[in-house]
């Protein structure tokens, strides 16, 4: 199975602190792609890094992928009660059309 | 703004009286999914369309299936839903591209099963 494992699956932390999330997965991939899902909604898509990127940044948004230990990190710096979410990592093969999502970290982020 | 939609946000049924889910999406995305989330799992993808091309998950029971009847809409019937039906069922759209592309959801329709 293509599917990533996130860790930790929970974590509760301050506002202004740093939250960081891990994935691992298991075979070669196209690309790594980590979405945010507010409790009730859909899925919203943060950032994609390709297989021969090694980080990438959006905002407050810090992504990294190491493809030897086939494993990645978001780091959301700053963290704001608004970015209290589930985090998925999803990972997609070359050539298919779909992602296989892993379990999700459950942030919670307190004021 | 262009958007995935989803009808109904809730919907409630019998066990066993089928079901019908809809997704509409205006992003003119020809790549549609259908996934299953139950409570604080990861999105199961159930099936996806490339354009009018059909692929089904193998772990997809028989029970679920679906129409794609024009690229705006798709649709996810539950023939005789049981009581392990109930969960959030999310639509999602991409565009074609090399590799994987982002994927945009809908909020998804909740299912609940008497």
């Known amino acids: 199975s293509q599917q990533g494992e996130e860790d930790p699956q929970a974590l509760s932390i301050q506002e202004g602190e740093n939250a960081t999330m891990n994935c691992s997965y298991k075979?070669?991939?196209?690309?790594l792609q980590w979405y945010r899902q507010n409790s009730g909604r859909g899925l919203v898509h943060l950032i994609l890094?390709?297989?021969?990127?090694r980080e990438k940044h959006s905002g407050r948004l810090r992504v990294t992928l190491d493809t030897s230990k086939k494993s990645s990190s978001l780091l959301i710096t700053a963290s704001r009660a608004a970015d209290t979410a589930s985090y998925f990592c999803?990972?997609?093969?070359?050539?298919?059309?779909?992602?296989?999502f892993g379990k999700g970290t459950m942030l919670l982020v307190s004021p | 703004d262009a958007m995935v939609i989803q009808n109904p946000r809730y919907q409630v049924t019998q066990f066993g009286k089928p079901v019908t889910l809809s997704c509409s999406q205006t992003?003119?995305?020809?790549?549609m999914y259908w996934y299953q989330q139950k409570s604080s799992q990861a999105p199961k993808l159930l099936f996806h369309?490339?354009?009018?091309?059909?692929?089904n998950e193998a772990d997809t029971p028989d029970n679920f299936q679906s129409r794609r009847p024009n690229t705006s809409f798709c649709f996810l019937d539950i023939r005789s839903p049981g009581l392990g039906d109930a969960a959030m069922y999310l639509c999602?759209?991409?565009?074609?591209?090399?590799?994987?592309?982002?994927?945009?959801f809908g909020d998804g329709t909740r299912l609940s099963i008497l």
């Open positions: 999602a759209t991409s565009p074609p591209g090399t590799g994987v592309q982002p994927q945009h």
């Open positions: 999803a990972t997609g093969d070359s050539g298919y059309s779909t992602l296989t």
């Open positions: 369309y490339y354009d009018k091309d059909f692929n």
């Open positions: 075979t070669s991939i196209n690309n």
């Open positions: 890094i390709r297989s021969n990127e």
């Open positions: 992003l003119n995305h020809n790549v």
